[in-house]
């Protein structure tokens, strides 16, 4: 082809010497023809470069005459940047007679913009019909243009391209194929055993068999094959090649394209991982794992179903939770479950009974959780961990069992309580009062002086035994729900002033000085109050504190205003409470001291009372206190009470319902 086209500008020469001569030929006029209407650019150049000849078929390319182009140097038409490398093929073909040299260029096209031309030019200055260097040149601008997508596809694609021809030792890779591999084209392997250098191992003999079968059936070729990187590393490249047919419908050459997948792979491979390694953790997990669609479908049921139920998973896959298998009592609360968990997403946790593959029921515990759209509108799954709690409930039956006794012996205790201190408090008001007689003779001298002593003795022993009874009586009371306030006006400044001087005796005789106070910020005299209960909670505070303070001491009461109610404050700087023991305090029976000898004088109710008739009345007690410094106990009431009723602990008893009655006339006696 390459002759043919030069034997066209020769006869073109030699036509133009006979036309000159006057002698045209028609098979001349024949070869000029061929010549002008070509799609390929002729041009012949001197061997300084300069135009001497120029076809018409550049009119296409560059859009400018022929003839304007004749005499003008090529080094000047093309691009600037592609001098220097042109100039330099130019001499390499001019010093070689014979020589042929491949470049592409950019022309300048007439509407200015830049045409790449592929030029293929040989050195014919020995010929003497051409004299000249022959180039033959055609428009490469768009397969040029498609090359570079190609490449930007590539790069982006992160594929490459290559082509292996029949009969030769390895494909042709493209640059694509070498920025996957992270090395440069000059260095991928262009040799047989190109297969050693690039892929693995254990996955060269199916590549290569697929290849080579692949030449001789035509199919195509889709797999996923290790590669080998410049860092030593094998990245996973996908595969896909096709089989090239010739001109004799036979194959030529395998075309492929190689995308690399290994950021894919390596996903999958770790999605996989993961998925097996939480499904031996939900095959050996204890609890029962299920995995339901929303309408309570079993989809998957872990192996500790048949533990727990006996029952294998398959018996569940499949088939929704229905009433033949939970108990009938609770399966309405474990349907209400699943649609709560379906409808509104919300986690759900529940206790039902399971029927077990024996008959029996299993007591388990489930959790339901939502599993939602990736718009997270729309509840699509529901997982749900079920464990066996049957030896809890277990538990609680025994506790609740142990509690219902626990119940009944405290009604016992209270019932007994009650009417022992009916029983006691009778006699003991008759040892009171003819106690109370013998010592102050109102019959006449008893004779010895220590009949006097001993009946005092009997007097004061029977006070503080009737105060003891009173004391459980109340306390048994308040614990049977049984304690009635009797609410009317109180006069604080009266009560406590009352207060004050039962105890101002006992305060005397130990040297501990009392105090009262009354803050300027109380603007009310009065509450509304049960009267006895407001004394006993003050004259409690004021024994405990003269108790436990030394000769010398100072006990004081402050009332004081609070948000809606009153403070009632006695402090004292005793000996103090230690921080660990404060909690205990306010509990029936319950005493702290440093003193083992005070701690005999009382039982450990007078706190207790304080705290309950304090909340009785809705009001609330608080203790502060510091080692060798004092107690402070307040007593926050408001100034209507919100009374609170305890949970009563027994049916009402009739020895709780009434005062014990004693004999009016010693009880007169007594007072007298």
Same mark, same amino acid.
Request: net charge negative.
């Given at each position: 082809?390459?002759?043919?086209?030069?034997?066209?500008?020769?006869?073109?020469?030699?036509?133009?010497?006979?036309?000159?001569?006057?002698?045209?030929?028609?098979?001349?006029?024949?070869?000029?023809?061929?010549?002008?209407?070509?799609?390929?650019?002729?041009?012949?150049?001197?061997?300084?470069?300069?135009?001497?000849?120029?076809?018409?078929?550049?009119?296409?390319?560059?859009?400018?005459?022929?003839?304007?182009?004749? &005499?003008?140097?090529?080094?000047?038409?093309?691009?600037?940047?592609?001098?220097?490398?042109?100039?330099?093929?130019?001499?390499?073909?001019?010093?070689?007679?014979?020589?042929?040299?491949?470049?592409?260029?950019?022309?300048?096209?007439?509407?200015?913009?830049?045409?790449?031309?592929?030029?293929?030019?040989?050195?014919?200055?020995?010929?003497?019909?051409?004299?000249?260097?022959?180039?033959?040149?055609?428009?490469?601008?768009?397969?040029?243009?498609?090359?570079?997508?190609?490449?930007?596809?590539?790069?982006?694609?992160?594929? &490459?391209?290559?082509?292996?021809?029949? &009969?030769?030792?390895?494909?042709?890779?493209?640059?694509?194929?070498?920025?996957?591999? %992270?090395?440069?084209?000059?260095?991928?392997?262009?040799?047989?055993?190109?297969?050693?250098?690039?892929?693995?191992?254990?996955?060269?003999?199916?590549?290569?068999?697929? *290849?080579?079968?692949?030449?001789?059936?035509?199919?195509?070729?889709?797999?996923?094959?290790? *590669?080998?990187?410049?860092?030593?590393?094998?990245?996973?490249?996908?595969?896909?090649?096709?089989?090239?047919?010739?001109?004799?419908?036979?194959?030529?050459?395998?075309?492929?394209?190689?995308?690399?997948?290994?950021?894919?792979?390596?996903?999958?491979?770790?999605?996989?991982?993961?998925?097996?390694?939480?499904?031996?953790?939900?095959?050996?997990?204890?609890?029962?794992?299920?995995?339901?669609?929303?309408?309570?479908?079993?989809?998957?049921?872990?192996?500790?179903?048949?533990?727990?139920?006996?029952?294998?998973?398959?018996?569940?896959?499949?088939?929704?939770?229905?009433?033949?298998?939970?108990?009938?009592?609770?399966?309405?609360?474990?349907?209400?479950? *699943?649609?709560?968990?379906?409808?509104?997403?919300?986690?759900?946790?529940?206790?039902?009974?399971?029927?077990?593959?024996?008959?029996?029921?299993?007591?388990?515990?489930?959790?339901?959780?939502?599993?939602?759209?990736?718009? &997270?509108?729309?509840?699509?799954?529901?997982?749900?961990?079920?464990?066996?709690?049957?030896?809890?409930?277990?538990?609680?039956?025994?506790?609740?069992?142990?509690?219902?006794?626990?119940?009944?012996?405290?009604?016992?205790?209270?019932?007994?309580?009650?009417?022992?201190?009916?029983?006691?408090?009778?006699?003991?008001?008759?040892?009171? %009062? *003819?106690?109370?007689?013998?010592?102050?003779?109102?019959?006449?001298?008893?004779?010895?002086?220590?009949?006097?002593?001993?009946?005092?003795?009997?007097?004061?022993?029977?006070?503080?035994?009737?105060?003891?009874?009173?004391?459980?009586?109340?306390?048994?009371?308040?614990?049977?729900?049984?304690?009635?306030?009797?609410?009317?006006?109180?006069?604080?400044?009266?009560?406590?002033?009352?207060?004050?001087?039962?105890?101002?005796?006992?305060?005397?005789?130990?040297?501990?000085?009392?105090?009262?106070?009354?803050?300027?910020?109380?603007?009310?005299?009065?509450?509304?109050?049960?009267?006895?209960?407001?004394?006993?909670?003050?004259?409690?505070?004021?024994?405990?504190?003269?108790?436990?303070?030394?000769?010398?001491?100072?006990?004081?009461?402050?009332?004081?205003?609070?948000?809606?109610?009153?403070?009632?404050?006695?402090?004292?700087?005793?000996?103090?409470?230690?921080?660990?023991?404060?909690?205990?305090?306010?509990?029936?029976?319950?005493?702290?001291?440093?003193?083992?000898?005070?701690?005999?004088?009382?039982?450990?109710?007078?706190?207790?009372?304080?705290?309950?008739?304090?909340?009785?009345?809705?009001?609330?007690?608080?203790?502060?206190?510091?080692?060798?410094?004092?107690?402070?106990?307040?007593?926050?009431?408001?100034?209507?009470?919100?009374?609170?009723?305890?949970?009563?602990?027994?049916?009402?008893?009739?020895?709780?319902?009434?005062?014990?009655?004693?004999?009016?006339?010693?009880?007169?006696?007594?007072?007298?």
């Amino acid at each position: 082809m390459k002759r043919s086209v030069e034997t066209e500008h020769v006869a073109d020469k030699a036509a133009s010497t006979r036309a000159a001569e006057g002698c045209p030929r028609p098979v001349e006029r024949f070869y000029r023809a061929l010549v002008e209407n070509a799609g390929d650019i002729l041009t012949i150049l001197d061997r300084d470069g300069v135009i001497t000849y120029q076809s018409p078929a550049v009119r296409e390319v560059i859009g400018t005459s022929e003839k304007p182009l004749i &005499g003008h140097s090529i080094f000047k038409l093309v691009h600037p940047d592609d001098r220097d490398r042109l100039h330099r093929k130019f001499e390499e073909c001019v010093r070689v007679p014979d020589s042929t040299v491949l470049e592409i260029v950019r022309l300048p096209h007439a509407n200015g913009t830049w045409r790449r031309i592929e030029a293929r030019a040989r050195n014919l200055l020995a010929d003497p019909d051409v004299a000249g260097i022959l180039c033959c040149s055609r428009d490469v601008t768009e397969t040029h243009r498609l090359e570079s997508q190609l490449r930007e596809a590539e790069q982006l694609a992160r594929f &490459g391209h290559w082509r292996w021809v029949k &009969g030769e030792p390895a494909p042709q890779w493209s640059r694509g194929v070498a920025r996957i591999l %992270g090395r440069d084209e000059t260095q991928l392997p262009h040799g047989g055993d190109w297969y050693e250098h690039l892929v693995h191992p254990d996955d060269r003999d199916e590549l290569l068999s697929k *290849f080579l079968d692949a030449f001789e059936t035509q199919e195509p070729v889709n797999c996923i094959t290790r *590669f080998r990187a410049d860092d030593g590393e094998y990245r996973y490249i996908k595969t896909h090649a096709y089989a090239e047919g010739d001109a004799h419908s036979e194959i030529g050459a395998l075309v492929g394209l190689a995308e690399d997948v290994t950021e894919e792979v390596a996903g999958e491979l770790a999605l996989k991982a993961s998925e097996a390694k939480y499904r031996l953790m939900t095959e050996q997990a204890s609890d029962i794992i299920a995995h339901y669609d929303t309408e309570a479908r079993v989809i998957f049921m872990s192996p500790a179903v048949e533990q727990i139920l006996g029952r294998t998973p398959d018996e569940f896959v499949g088939k929704p939770i229905d009433e033949a298998m939970v108990h009938p009592d609770d399966f309405g609360r474990v349907r209400a479950a *699943f649609i709560e968990c379906a409808v509104k997403g919300k986690e759900v946790q529940f206790d039902y009974r399971f029927r077990h593959k024996n008959g029996d029921y299993a007591w388990l515990e489930t959790t339901l959780r939502a599993a939602r759209d990736e718009a &997270g509108e729309r509840t699509t799954e529901i997982i749900g961990i079920s464990r066996n709690v049957g030896e809890r409930k277990r538990h609680e039956m025994e506790l609740m069992d142990a509690r219902e006794r626990a119940e009944a012996a405290n009604r016992t205790k209270s019932r007994f309580l009650a009417n022992m201190s009916h029983e006691l408090r009778t006699p003991l008001n008759a040892i009171i %009062g *003819f106690s109370e007689i013998l010592r102050m003779q109102m019959f006449g001298q008893l004779g010895h002086t220590r009949y006097l002593e001993y009946a005092q003795l009997i007097n004061e022993s029977g006070a503080l035994l009737l105060d003891l009874i009173s004391d459980i009586l109340d306390m048994s009371k308040i614990e049977a729900g049984k304690y009635e306030l009797h609410l009317e006006q109180v006069n604080l400044h009266h009560l406590l002033d009352s207060s004050m001087r039962l105890v101002r005796g006992r305060a005397e005789e130990n040297g501990i000085g009392l105090a009262m106070h009354m803050s300027d910020d109380l603007t009310v005299d009065e509450i509304v109050a049960d009267e006895r209960a407001l004394k006993q909670i003050v004259l409690n505070l004021l024994s405990n504190s003269i108790k436990f303070t030394p000769s010398g001491g100072k006990v004081s009461v402050t009332v004081s205003a609070a948000e809606d109610g009153i403070r009632i404050a006695v402090s004292d700087n005793g000996r103090g409470i230690p921080d660990d023991q404060i909690a205990r305090l306010g509990k029936p029976f319950e005493q702290v001291a440093t003193d083992a000898a005070l701690s005999k004088q009382g039982t450990g109710l007078g706190l207790a009372l304080v705290r309950s008739l304090a909340e009785l009345h809705g009001g609330v007690m608080s203790i502060e206190s510091e080692l060798d410094k004092g107690t402070v106990v307040t007593v926050m009431l408001p100034l209507t009470p919100h009374c609170v009723v305890p949970m009563p602990v027994a049916e009402p008893e009739e020895a709780l319902a009434s005062e014990p009655s004693g004999n009016p006339e010693l009880v007169n006696m007594a007072g007298g």
